[in-house]
Protein backbone atom coordinates (compact mmCIF):
# COMPACT_ATOMS: atom_id res chain seq x y z
CA UNK A 1 0.00 0.00 0.00
CA UNK A 2 1.38 3.27 -0.42
CA UNK A 3 2.58 4.96 2.58
CA UNK A 4 2.67 8.88 3.75
CA UNK A 5 4.98 9.97 6.46
CA UNK A 6 4.96 9.54 10.42
CA UNK A 7 4.41 5.62 8.72
CA UNK A 8 0.83 6.47 7.50
CA UNK A 9 -0.75 3.77 4.77
CA UNK A 10 -3.31 4.72 2.15
CA UNK A 11 -5.78 2.88 0.71
CA UNK A 12 -8.86 3.23 -1.71
CA UNK A 13 -12.15 1.84 -1.85
CA UNK A 14 -14.79 1.65 -4.12
CA UNK A 15 -17.38 1.25 -3.30
CA UNK A 16 -16.64 2.68 0.28
CA UNK A 17 -16.50 0.34 3.05
CA UNK A 18 -18.40 0.28 6.22
CA UNK A 19 -15.59 0.73 8.47
CA UNK A 20 -15.55 3.15 12.16
CA UNK A 21 -15.05 6.82 11.83
CA UNK A 22 -15.45 8.50 15.22
CA UNK A 23 -13.80 11.04 14.29
CA UNK A 24 -15.40 11.89 11.06
CA UNK A 25 -18.26 14.86 10.62
CA UNK A 26 -21.90 13.25 9.80
CA UNK A 27 -21.21 14.48 6.13
CA UNK A 28 -18.22 12.55 5.82
CA UNK A 29 -19.23 8.95 7.35
CA UNK A 30 -19.95 6.13 5.68
CA UNK A 31 -23.62 5.65 6.28
CA UNK A 32 -24.14 9.11 4.98
CA UNK A 33 -22.72 8.43 1.52
CA UNK A 34 -24.24 5.10 1.30
CA UNK A 35 -27.42 6.58 1.98
CA UNK A 36 -27.34 9.53 -0.67
CA UNK A 37 -24.93 8.01 -3.59
CA UNK A 38 -25.69 4.60 -4.64
CA UNK A 39 -22.76 3.91 -6.71
CA UNK A 40 -19.96 5.99 -8.33
CA UNK A 41 -18.25 6.98 -5.08
CA UNK A 42 -14.72 6.37 -4.06
CA UNK A 43 -13.76 6.41 -0.18
CA UNK A 44 -10.05 7.33 0.74
CA UNK A 45 -8.19 6.20 3.77
CA UNK A 46 -5.00 7.07 6.27
CA UNK A 47 -4.11 4.50 8.47
CA UNK A 48 -1.80 4.12 11.16
CA UNK A 49 -1.09 1.02 13.05
CA UNK A 50 -4.58 -0.40 11.52
CA UNK A 51 -6.31 2.51 12.58
CA UNK A 52 -8.25 4.94 10.08
CA UNK A 53 -7.17 8.30 11.37
CA UNK A 54 -8.35 10.82 7.84
CA UNK A 55 -10.52 10.28 5.54
CA UNK A 56 -12.08 11.44 2.28
CA UNK A 57 -14.69 10.63 -0.11
CA UNK A 58 -14.88 11.63 -4.19
CA UNK A 59 -17.68 11.01 -6.30
CA UNK A 60 -17.69 10.43 -9.76
CA UNK A 61 -19.56 11.86 -12.70
CA UNK A 62 -18.84 13.07 -16.44
CA UNK A 63 -14.90 12.97 -15.96
CA UNK A 64 -14.78 15.01 -12.67
CA UNK A 65 -15.03 14.15 -9.41
CA UNK A 66 -16.87 15.94 -6.37
CA UNK A 67 -16.43 16.07 -2.47
CA UNK A 68 -19.11 15.58 -2.09
CA UNK A 69 -22.30 16.67 -4.18
CA UNK A 70 -24.41 16.01 -1.59
CA UNK A 71 -24.46 16.98 1.77
CA UNK A 72 -23.30 20.76 3.34
CA UNK A 73 -19.68 19.30 2.51
CA UNK A 74 -17.30 16.31 1.85
CA UNK A 75 -12.88 17.22 1.92
CA UNK A 76 -10.58 15.86 4.01
CA UNK A 77 -11.18 15.35 7.44
CA UNK A 78 -8.31 13.79 10.16
CA UNK A 79 -8.20 12.65 14.07
CA UNK A 80 -6.45 15.75 15.76
CA UNK A 81 -3.06 15.40 15.83
CA UNK A 82 -1.98 14.58 12.72
CA UNK A 83 1.09 16.72 11.36
CA UNK A 84 0.39 19.04 8.25
CA UNK A 85 2.91 16.89 6.21
CA UNK A 86 0.36 14.07 6.75
CA UNK A 87 -2.45 15.49 5.37
CA UNK A 88 -0.65 16.84 2.90
CA UNK A 89 0.99 13.03 2.06
CA UNK A 90 -2.58 12.37 1.97
CA UNK A 91 -3.91 14.04 -0.49
CA UNK A 92 -1.38 14.12 -3.00
CA UNK A 93 -2.15 10.32 -2.87
CA UNK A 94 -5.90 11.01 -3.58
CA UNK A 95 -4.79 13.16 -6.70
CA UNK A 96 -2.74 10.78 -7.84
CA UNK A 97 -5.34 8.32 -7.68
CA UNK A 98 -7.81 10.07 -9.12
CA UNK A 99 -5.15 11.32 -12.27
CA UNK A 100 -4.42 7.50 -12.62
CA UNK A 101 -8.25 7.37 -13.57
CA UNK A 102 -8.10 9.62 -15.97
CA UNK A 103 -10.55 12.31 -14.00
CA UNK A 104 -10.35 15.56 -15.25
CA UNK A 105 -10.94 18.29 -12.67
CA UNK A 106 -11.52 17.76 -8.55
CA UNK A 107 -13.65 19.82 -6.84
CA UNK A 108 -14.13 19.82 -3.09
CA UNK A 109 -16.68 21.80 -0.35
CA UNK A 110 -14.90 22.00 2.81
CA UNK A 111 -16.52 22.17 6.13
CA UNK A 112 -16.45 25.62 8.20
CA UNK A 113 -13.31 26.79 9.52
CA UNK A 114 -15.26 26.86 12.81
CA UNK A 115 -15.78 23.00 12.84
CA UNK A 116 -11.69 22.90 13.57
CA UNK A 117 -9.54 25.71 13.26
CA UNK A 118 -5.87 24.59 13.38
CA UNK A 119 -7.04 21.15 10.84
CA UNK A 120 -8.80 23.51 8.69
CA UNK A 121 -5.21 25.32 8.13
CA UNK A 122 -3.42 22.81 7.54
CA UNK A 123 -5.89 21.49 4.57
CA UNK A 124 -6.14 24.96 3.58
CA UNK A 125 -2.45 24.96 3.09
CA UNK A 126 -1.97 21.22 1.79
CA UNK A 127 -4.90 22.09 -0.89
CA UNK A 128 -2.99 25.47 -1.94
CA UNK A 129 0.52 23.99 -1.86
CA UNK A 130 -0.74 21.10 -4.64
CA UNK A 131 -2.00 23.59 -6.86
CA UNK A 132 -5.97 23.87 -5.55
CA UNK A 133 -7.38 27.56 -6.10
CA UNK A 134 -10.49 28.96 -4.21
CA UNK A 135 -13.61 28.29 -6.29
CA UNK A 136 -15.97 29.84 -4.19
CA UNK A 137 -15.69 31.50 -0.53
CA UNK A 138 -18.77 31.28 1.36
CA UNK A 139 -19.71 32.83 5.04
CA UNK A 140 -20.27 30.54 7.39
CA UNK A 141 -22.15 31.61 10.90
CA UNK A 142 -22.28 29.88 14.25
CA UNK A 143 -23.45 30.52 17.57
CA UNK A 144 -20.75 29.70 20.42
CA UNK A 145 -23.31 27.68 23.17
CA UNK A 146 -22.05 29.18 26.38
CA UNK A 147 -23.28 28.79 29.86
CA UNK A 148 -24.60 32.86 29.49
CA UNK A 149 -28.77 32.83 28.89
CA UNK A 150 -29.42 33.66 24.85
CA UNK A 151 -31.05 36.78 25.86
CA UNK A 152 -27.36 38.08 27.27
CA UNK A 153 -26.07 37.26 23.77
CA UNK A 154 -28.38 38.87 21.42
CA UNK A 155 -28.68 42.34 20.73
CA UNK A 156 -31.84 44.22 22.57
CA UNK A 157 -33.88 44.82 19.52
CA UNK A 158 -33.95 41.33 19.50
CA UNK A 159 -34.60 40.91 23.46
CA UNK A 160 -37.52 43.09 22.74
CA UNK A 161 -39.45 40.70 19.70
CA UNK A 162 -38.67 37.61 21.58
CA UNK A 163 -40.58 39.05 24.82
CA UNK A 164 -43.17 39.97 22.33
CA UNK A 165 -43.49 36.24 21.16
CA UNK A 166 -43.68 35.20 24.84
CA UNK A 167 -46.40 37.47 26.16
CA UNK A 168 -48.37 36.29 22.35
CA UNK A 169 -48.36 32.66 23.82
CA UNK A 170 -46.01 31.23 21.17
CA UNK A 171 -43.93 28.45 22.09
CA UNK A 172 -40.76 26.79 20.88
CA UNK A 173 -41.00 22.64 20.71
CA UNK A 174 -38.66 19.69 19.44
CA UNK A 175 -41.41 18.22 17.03
CA UNK A 176 -41.68 14.75 16.28
CA UNK A 177 -41.22 14.04 12.04
CA UNK A 178 -44.93 13.27 11.87
CA UNK A 179 -44.96 17.03 11.32
CA UNK A 180 -42.71 16.97 8.35
CA UNK A 181 -45.60 17.51 6.22
CA UNK A 182 -46.59 21.15 7.93
CA UNK A 183 -43.01 21.99 8.21
CA UNK A 184 -41.69 21.53 4.36
CA UNK A 185 -44.70 23.45 3.15
CA UNK A 186 -43.77 26.23 5.24
CA UNK A 187 -40.31 26.19 3.76
CA UNK A 188 -41.61 25.66 0.49
CA UNK A 189 -43.46 28.85 0.51
CA UNK A 190 -40.78 30.67 2.14
CA UNK A 191 -38.27 29.37 -0.52
CA UNK A 192 -40.96 30.24 -3.43
CA UNK A 193 -41.41 33.70 -2.00
CA UNK A 194 -38.14 34.67 -2.08
CA UNK A 195 -36.94 32.88 -5.26
CA UNK A 196 -34.48 30.63 -3.92
CA UNK A 197 -34.61 26.52 -5.05
CA UNK A 198 -35.77 23.75 -2.68
CA UNK A 199 -33.07 22.01 -1.56
CA UNK A 200 -34.41 18.72 -0.20
CA UNK A 201 -37.69 17.28 -1.35
CA UNK A 202 -40.66 16.54 1.00
CA UNK A 203 -39.88 12.57 0.27
CA UNK A 204 -36.05 13.09 0.42
CA UNK A 205 -36.42 14.96 3.85
CA UNK A 206 -38.54 11.90 5.42
CA UNK A 207 -35.76 9.67 4.10
CA UNK A 208 -33.61 11.18 5.89
CA UNK A 209 -35.43 11.31 9.14
CA UNK A 210 -35.83 7.69 8.65
CA UNK A 211 -32.59 6.58 8.15
CA UNK A 212 -31.20 8.74 10.34
CA UNK A 213 -33.12 9.08 13.25
CA UNK A 214 -30.57 10.24 15.65
CA UNK A 215 -28.74 12.44 13.66
CA UNK A 216 -32.08 14.40 12.33
CA UNK A 217 -34.31 16.38 14.50
CA UNK A 218 -37.30 18.46 13.90
CA UNK A 219 -37.59 21.64 15.63
CA UNK A 220 -40.85 24.87 15.78
CA UNK A 221 -42.53 27.36 16.83
CA UNK A 222 -45.72 27.17 17.70
CA UNK A 223 -49.09 29.17 17.90
CA UNK A 224 -50.99 27.04 19.65
CA UNK A 225 -50.62 23.83 17.34
CA UNK A 226 -50.17 26.14 14.56
CA UNK A 227 -46.21 26.26 13.11
CA UNK A 228 -45.05 29.46 12.52
CA UNK A 229 -41.64 29.02 12.13
CA UNK A 230 -39.82 26.08 11.62
CA UNK A 231 -35.81 24.85 10.86
CA UNK A 232 -34.13 21.35 10.52
CA UNK A 233 -31.45 20.36 12.80
CA UNK A 234 -28.64 17.75 11.79
CA UNK A 235 -26.10 16.46 14.68
CA UNK A 236 -22.61 16.61 12.14
CA UNK A 237 -21.02 15.47 15.74
CA UNK A 238 -21.87 15.44 19.41
CA UNK A 239 -20.36 18.85 19.73
CA UNK A 240 -22.03 20.36 16.51
CA UNK A 241 -25.96 20.80 16.00
CA UNK A 242 -26.07 22.33 12.01
CA UNK A 243 -29.47 23.70 11.21
CA UNK A 244 -31.27 24.39 7.38
CA UNK A 245 -34.27 24.69 5.50
CA UNK A 246 -35.43 27.61 8.25
CA UNK A 247 -38.50 29.20 7.69
CA UNK A 248 -41.63 31.51 9.35
CA UNK A 249 -45.02 32.66 8.42
CA UNK A 250 -44.79 35.41 7.09
CA UNK A 251 -48.36 36.88 9.03
CA UNK A 252 -46.04 36.81 12.09
CA UNK A 253 -43.93 39.03 10.63
CA UNK A 254 -44.30 41.63 13.16
CA UNK A 255 -43.30 38.88 15.77
CA UNK A 256 -40.19 37.78 14.60
CA UNK A 257 -41.11 33.86 15.97
CA UNK A 258 -37.62 32.49 14.70
CA UNK A 259 -35.82 34.58 17.43
CA UNK A 260 -37.41 32.22 19.37
CA UNK A 261 -36.89 29.46 16.96
CA UNK A 262 -33.35 30.22 17.81
CA UNK A 263 -33.57 30.49 21.36
CA UNK A 264 -35.02 27.53 22.21
CA UNK A 265 -31.81 25.72 19.91
CA UNK A 266 -29.53 27.21 21.63
CA UNK A 267 -31.52 25.94 25.07
CA UNK A 268 -31.61 22.63 23.26
CA UNK A 269 -27.67 22.64 23.15
CA UNK A 270 -27.05 23.82 26.46
CA UNK A 271 -29.36 20.60 28.00
CA UNK A 272 -27.54 18.22 25.50
CA UNK A 273 -23.94 19.98 25.75
CA UNK A 274 -23.60 20.95 22.03
CA UNK A 275 -20.62 23.85 22.19
CA UNK A 276 -21.77 24.71 18.55
CA UNK A 277 -24.98 25.89 16.79
CA UNK A 278 -24.22 26.39 13.14
CA UNK A 279 -26.31 28.23 11.31
CA UNK A 280 -24.95 27.63 7.86
CA UNK A 281 -24.17 30.06 4.86
CA UNK A 282 -25.66 33.66 4.42
CA UNK A 283 -24.20 33.71 0.83
CA UNK A 284 -25.54 32.83 -2.43
CA UNK A 285 -22.72 31.51 -4.98
CA UNK A 286 -20.48 33.46 -2.78
CA UNK A 287 -22.50 36.43 -2.82
CA UNK A 288 -23.03 37.76 0.84
CA UNK A 289 -26.71 38.39 1.94
CA UNK A 290 -26.23 41.22 3.85
CA UNK A 291 -29.70 41.07 5.47
CA UNK A 292 -29.35 37.45 6.24
CA UNK A 293 -25.69 37.84 8.01
CA UNK A 294 -26.82 41.28 10.14
CA UNK A 295 -29.65 39.05 11.26
CA UNK A 296 -27.31 36.15 12.30
CA UNK A 297 -24.91 38.94 13.51
CA UNK A 298 -27.88 40.55 16.23
CA UNK A 299 -28.15 36.89 17.45
CA UNK A 300 -24.67 36.70 18.70
CA UNK A 301 -23.14 34.85 15.49
CA UNK A 302 -19.71 34.56 14.53
CA UNK A 303 -18.32 34.38 10.70
CA UNK A 304 -15.98 32.23 9.37
CA UNK A 305 -14.83 30.93 6.14
CA UNK A 306 -16.53 28.05 4.12
CA UNK A 307 -14.56 27.04 0.57
CA UNK A 308 -14.55 25.34 -2.59
CA UNK A 309 -11.54 24.25 -4.13
CA UNK A 310 -11.13 23.21 -7.57
CA UNK A 311 -7.98 21.84 -9.62
CA UNK A 312 -7.65 20.77 -13.05
CA UNK A 313 -5.29 18.01 -14.06
Not at 18 to 38: D, I, K, Q, S, W
Not at 60 to 67: A, I, K, N, Q, T
Not at 83 to 109: H, M, P, R
Not at 130 to 136: I, R
Request: aromatic share 12%; with cysteine.
Amino acid sequence: MPQGANNLVFQSNSPPKEVELPFAYFFNTPGFVRANHASGVTQFLALLDNHVVGCMNVAHSDGESFSLPLGSFGSVQFLPGQTEQSIGDFVDYVLNELKSEGVGALTIKHWPQCYNVSQWAHIDLAFRGLGFSVHAEDINQHIAVVAAEFKEIIKPSKVTRLNKCYRAGFKFEHLTPDRLTETHQLVATNRERKGFPLTMSQPQLEKAFLDFPNRYKLFGVLDKNKIIATVVGVLISPKILYTFLPADDTAYSSFSPTIMLYEGLYSYCQSQEISMLDLGISTDRSKLNEGLYKFKERLGAIASPKLTYRITF
